[in-house]
């Protein structure tokens, strides 16, 4: 048992020195803006797609209900009536 706990508490303390030495907290910083700036046009990628093969209305309820469902509805609101405005 003591050499377990002696085991994990090097290797939890090699992987914190590693992480703090390679500078990931810049990294992880990057990718999620990059990922937060490219999620808008894949979501338009994605709309246009899938409104080539099923009908338009079909599509954005569905997408719009997969986002309200880890999103607060009240935020939604302007988004879905922007997309609206502009088909």
């Not at 990931?24 to 910083?29: E, K, V």
């Not at 954005?60 to 609101?77: G, Q």
């Amino acid at each position: 048992m003591h050499r377990k706990v002696i085991f994990y508490w090097k290797l939890l303390k090699e992987s914190i020195i590693s992480f703090v030495d390679k500078d990931m907290l810049t990294h992880a910083a990057a990718i999620s803006y990059y990922t937060v700036f490219s999620l808008p046009s894949m979501l338009l990628i994605v709309l246009w797609t899938a409104a080539q093969f099923y009908k338009e209305d079909a599509v954005y309820d569905a997408i719009f209900e997969k986002i309200t469902a880890y999103n607060a509805p009240h935020k939604l609101d302007h988004l879905i009536q922007y997309s609206y405005s502009k088909c």
